[in-house]
């Protein structure tokens, strides 16, 4: 069933609303189990979009910055129903996370020095690591198809991990890279074929005017509210830090919500000290526990960094205030991207270029969220880490006196429970946070 043709406004229908509601609802487990559930709903029980449309939309949105599953919902909504339906879907994707992720930074930042919330998030930390390891495997199934993905992807680690190359720089040529290689080998750099299927949803036309009326406006939305906080706070305060830092990663952060988290971390930790690598798991563990886009942990990151530089305000004030602005100038981008981009990236369909660059850059995400991984790994397994240099390369070092053995054992039976028995993200977490509880309250 093919998404209608539109005239004139279309008008947004209870079956929208109930529609993208049950996305909402159901949407936790990160990308991965978000991306099902769209495509349980939207694809497979409403018939809203086809296959073909659905995945030349995912990979249109791994490309960009920015958190890849609420950019989908909000492409989907488009399809269906114009601008309003692409608010509609992504609106109502951000909405659940945020009130969960804020009610639970309240608890994390007043009451965190208690054993029991010690306990609890020592327990979600090992399971991120799990969690994140089977998105690694659930990407590259899709991608990683042939031993010239499979190198990319080893490179695209390497470069990130040991060499702390910038990720834009990976993603630009990774994209090169498959764009030159799809039209000499379109075997091997093609690896997402449904691109070549013919278009199977009627997208509305949209001209460059009314694009670039989009742009002015969601520019005006995105970056005045940035430049009058900071004439008003001073360009050294943690509020402008803020509104300029996490703008910076919704333009530079390309491949999804997992790679977003990889550059956060490293920045938000080292360069802001905000909060330590222990807390960031904790953030990643939250927002794997709660509805909405993974990404929606900038919202704790941002919480954390205005609680502890309060300024006038009270730590808890300063706190909601800061996941506010954090959530608006992340999300304020990804609308952009989608509304303005969307109705010219459905002309680019069938064309083997493009899906080479694009089945060669998630092969690079691959990489991207290894790092990630290893990353999470190493702080959430030892206490103490040494960071060392080696021919230009960054090593981290644990100190394996200080590995935390019920960690160790949490992470792999939370690896047996993904990985054997396919068990879902939610009742992995809720387990391990609950032995991580009684460890606690012991």
Known sequence: MTAPTRTGRPHLDRDDYQAWGTVAANSFGGPAGQIAAMHDEIVERRGWVGESSFLHALNYCMLLPGPEAQQLATYLGWLRKGVRGGLLAGGLFIVPGFVSILALSVLYAEWGNVA????????IGPAVIAIVAHAVMRIGLRTIKNPTMLFIALVAFVAIFFYELPFPLIVLLAGLIGFVGARHSPDTFVTIEQHRVD???TAPKIGWRRTARAMGLGLTLWLVPIGVIAMATGSGSVWTDIGVFFSQAAVFTFGGAYSVLAYMAQQAVDVYGWLNPGEMVDGLG???????????????????GAYRNPGSFSPVVAGVLGAVLTTWVTFVPSFLWILAGAPHVERLKNRPALSGALSTITA???????????????YTLFENVDVKQVLGA???????????????????????????????????????AFVGLISGLV
């Open 199 to 201: 278009s199977d949803t």
């Open 116 to 123: 029991w919330v010690q306990g609890l998030f020592r327990g």
């Open 364 to 378: 690079a995400i691959v990489g991207v969220v290894l790092n990630l991984g290893a990353w999470f790994s190493i």
């Open 394 to 432: 960054r090593l981290l070092v644990p100190d394996w006196a200080t590995l935390d053995p019920l960690a160790l054992v949490l992470a792999v039976a939370a690896a047996v429970a993904l990985f054997r028995y396919n068990a879902r993200i939610l009742h992995v977490v809720s387990a391990a």
């Open 286 to 304: 939250l927002a794997e526990t709660t509805p909405g886009p993974l990404i929606q942990v900038v919202q704790f990151v941002g919480f954390l």
